[in-house]
């Protein structure tokens, strides 16, 4: 049985859900208020006159630049029209984070923003290599939201050939780099897929010129990539089998696994997992070996 909201409708009907909503908008805006104090937002703190230590309605909403009885209607939880502009104000004046910022967003009723890397997360690249260096001896790599290769680990230097050098963004890498695609015997047929998940990146941010210079960059180096870029298809970054030929184990069959980090929105994990029945753990096993890397010094096409 569906629980009572607070104005009596029950919750999981269309009624309950808005009312339940409207409550936490309330309970979120109070507590982000009380947690910041006058002097981090410039302003004195009022003395003895001054019962609480965070923040009044009405200096927010000066703060803010809108009307105190909004912005009181605000955080009473009633059913006020509101805009992008005047949360992002609010937002400002409350110091939220860009995770506050997004929950603000959907409790306001409103789609929230793109995902935002807060500067306490930027340091996080030291724990996503600790993360692609336990993932050993299996191949993993981190790329940005172009693609631009950030890390990668041993394995995927012994097995793709990612090394210093070459182009550092893996579309263009793809197309490009003769040892992956003399490694790769069915390129052809991941390529269409490669290229269909680069545009669903690209949806997501659209008009952002970066990915423009990347698909620009490679349409002009390759005319498969112009081809298969014409489609318009569109796939998930989610799980492509992947068969390499290397040139010290030979075949080699993994599963390539996107995986996102929501501290981090800007970054993609690529983790590559050997496939059962099919000898590749052990074959990476090898080339993780001291005889394995010794022999995976520099790499060799075909």
């Known amino acids: 049985?569906?629980?009572?909201?607070?104005?009596?409708?029950?919750?999981g009907s269309p009624a309950g859900d808005k009312a339940?909503?409207?409550?936490?908008l309330r309970?979120?805006?109070?507590?982000?208020?009380?947690?910041?104090?006058?002097?981090?937002?410039?302003?004195?703190?009022?003395?003895a006159r001054r019962r609480t230590p965070g923040l009044r309605r009405e200096e927010v909403a000066v703060l803010a630049g809108v009307g105190v009885s909004w912005y009181q209607w605000?955080?009473?939880?009633?059913?006020?029209?509101?805009?992008?502009?005047?949360?992002?104000?609010?937002?400002?004046?409350?110091?939220?984070?860009?995770?506050?910022?997004r929950h603000l967003y959907a409790l306001a009723g409103l789609n929230p923003p793109a995902a935002e890397v807060d500067p306490a997360d930027r340091d996080m690249c030291h724990g996503l290599r600790r993360l692609i260096d336990a993932w050993m001896p299996f191949p993993a790599h981190i790329m940005d939201r172009y693609w631009n290769t950030v890390l990668y680990?041993?394995?995927?230097?012994a097995v793709f050939g990612m090394r210093p050098g070459i182009v550092q963004n893996?579309?263009?890498?793809?197309?490009?780099d003769p040892v992956y695609r003399a490694r790769s015997p069915h390129w052809e047929t991941i390529a269409p897929q490669i290229v269909?998940?680069?545009r669903a990146a690209c949806s997501?941010?659209?008009?952002?010129?970066?990915?423009?210079?990347?698909?620009?960059?490679?349409?002009?180096?390759?005319?498969?990539?112009?081809?298969?870029?014409g489609r318009r298809d569109v796939a998930p970054g989610g799980q492509i089998r992947k068969e390499l030929q290397h040139p010290l184990v030979g075949t080699l069959t993994v599963e390539s696994t996107q995986l996102r980090v929501p501290a981090r929105p800007d970054l993609v994990i690529v983790l590559h997992t050997p496939l059962p029945d099919t000898g590749t753990e052990a074959k990476l096993q090898w080339l993780d070996s001291p005889e394995g890397r010794r022999g995976s010094m520099y790499p060799v096409p075909g």
């Open 153 to 157: 680990n041993d394995a995927a230097a």
């Open 74 to 101: 605000l955080e009473q939880g009633r059913d006020i029209t509101v805009s992008p502009q005047v949360l992002d104000a609010v937002a400002r004046v409350l110091r939220l984070s860009s995770a506050e910022r």
């Open 170 to 176: 893996c579309m263009t890498a793809f197309f490009t």
């Open 204 to 229: 997501e941010h659209p008009g952002d010129e970066g990915f423009r210079a990347v698909v620009d960059e490679v349409r002009e180096l390759s005319d498969e990539f112009a081809e298969f870029w």
């Open 196 to 198: 269909a998940q680069f």
């Open 1 to 11: 049985m569906a629980s009572p909201a607070r104005n009596g409708s029950a919750v």
């Open 27 to 47: 309970e979120f805006l109070m507590s982000r208020r009380a947690r910041v104090t006058p002097a981090e937002a410039g302003l004195p703190d009022g003395g």
């Open 20 to 24: 339940h909503r409207l409550a936490e």
